[in-house]
T-cell receptor, first 114, second 112 residues
Framework: GNSVTQMEGPVTLSEEAFLTINCTYT??????LFWYVQYPGEGLQLLLK?????DKGSNKGFEATYRKETTSFHLEKGSVQVSDSAVYFC?????????????FGKGNQVVVIP | GAGVSQSPRYKVAKRGQDVALRCDPI?????LFWYQQALGQGPEFLTY????????KSGLPSDRFFAERPEGSVSTLKIQRTQQEDSAVYLC??????????FGQGTRLTVV
């Protein structure tokens, strides 16, 4: 089964609203965790990462904290902009996966309305 | 160019046709990955190269799928006798040793 689970469905919200996208993982050991973003017409880009428990990754106003106790890595942004409209993927490496390959969640489409 | 380049961007193939998808990684990157992304899903791992050596092909869905990287740079993913279930976006990524993976824009394959 998939080792990375994201909340179901697209997310539609107004500009300046608070965004949360949930992500949980299953792994033995201590994986590294990532959020990737895919803007329309572009390739996947690394948004942020965390490599050990309690680390907080941050970039472009987005944050995610590696929570070992809840096996979660939820993505948050306090005030979204229209330009944040994209598909967001949670991913992990390590802990049973070889060669730094990534295991991805299904992704969440985020639409920010002006 | 500075990024990972994939070609073609779009490919329409008739069922049973063979296709070849190309990936030009970032110069100097030793690691190269292929992923398959079905509609509405996250990317799924297909295969991994370190330089010219294919170290992991556990994700290839059938023996119709074949990948090579003969000189440790450009890679080609070949799909023989394409089927409708092969329709997907095929993503290539490259990285330096244990570094961040950079993705290309992908090739969208449609089998009709």
């Amino acid at each position: 089964g998939n080792s990375v689970t994201q909340m179901e469905g697209p997310v539609t919200l107004s500009e300046e609203a608070f965004l949360t996208i949930n992500c949980t993982y299953t792994a033995t050991g201590y994986p590294s965790l990532f959020w990737y973003v895919q803007y329309p017409g572009e390739g996947l880009q690394l948004l942020l990462k965390a490599t050990k428990a309690d680390d907080k990754g941050s970039n472009k106003g987005f944050e995610a904290t590696y929570r070992k106790e809840t096996t979660s890595f939820h993505l948050e942004k306090g005030s979204v902009q229209v330009s944040d409209s994209a598909v967001y993927f949670c991913a992990r490496t390590g802990a049973g996966l070889g060669n730094n390959r990534l295991a991805f969640g299904k992704g969440n489409q985020v639409v920010v309305i002006p | 160019g500075a990024g990972v380049s994939q070609s073609p961007r779009y490919k329409v193939a008739k069922r049973g046709q063979d296709v070849a998808l190309r990936c030009d990684p970032i110069s100097g990157h030793v690691s190269l990955f292929w992923y398959q992304q079905a509609l509405g899903q996250g990317p799924e791992f297909l295969t991994y190269f370190q330089n010219e050596a294919q170290l992991d092909k556990s994700g290839l869905p059938s023996d119709r799928f074949f990948a090579e990287r003969p000189e440790g740079s450009v890679s080609t993913l070949k799909i023989q006798r394409t089927q409708q279930e092969d329709s997907a976006v095929y993503l290539c990524a490259s990285s330096s040793s244990r570094g961040e993976a950079f993705f290309g824009q992908g090739t969208r394959l449609t089998v009709v």
